[in-house]
């Protein structure tokens, strides 16, 4: 390598919750450098899953947790060409990369649904997403099963 590897920048806790995981999904959630916004849609959003799921003995950071680890996929399939030909090749996901897809996940696919603010839409994707269902989970299925179509060419790996 030429170059010196860039340093992975600290990413500072949230104020409620004093979690770093928060502090990444609220980056994600974010526009145009609205941090506040995020950070109110992502508390609002936390509210309205302890309503809708108060039976539950957890909490709803604990449930949002839960949700993500639910969407978060193991392989994923990368382009590799050989001999002229392209393989989609199975690979594992670093867990850095791992988090990352899952929450961006998340929040594309609570972009999606219909709904009346983002803090609701953001809420029944999370509850879906406990329940394993919704669209971030059936996204996760289907990273699995393509990787798993293409195991054949898993001794393509990089």
Do not use: C
């Not at 990444?24 to 609205?34: E, R, S, T």
């Not at 109110?40 to 449930?63: C, R």
């Not at 050989?82 to 990352?100: C, D, L």
């Amino acid at each position: 390598m030429r170059k010196a590897k860039p340093k992975k920048r600290v990413i500072l806790p949230d104020p409620v919750f004093n979690d770093q995981k928060v502090s990444k999904f609220v980056n994600h959630l974010m526009y145009d450098g609205k941090k506040n916004k995020s950070y109110k849609i992502f508390y609002d959003s936390l509210e309205i899953v302890k309503g809708k799921l108060s039976a539950e003995e957890k909490t709803p950071l604990e449930i949002w947790k839960k949700a993500l680890e639910n969407i978060t996929p193991q392989v994923e399939v990368k382009s590799r060409r050989i001999g002229g030909a392209t393989f989609q090749v199975p690979t594992e996901i670093r867990p850095e990369r791992k988090e990352s897809i899952s929450m961006k996940n998340m929040i594309q696919y609570a972009r999606k649904r219909g709904g009346k603010s983002m803090a609701d839409k953001l809420a029944a994707e999370i509850v879906d997403a406990y329940n394993e269902q919704g669209g971030a989970f059936k996204r996760k299925e289907d990273m699995h099963r393509m990787a798993e179509a293409n195991r054949a060419f898993a001794h393509f790996r990089f």
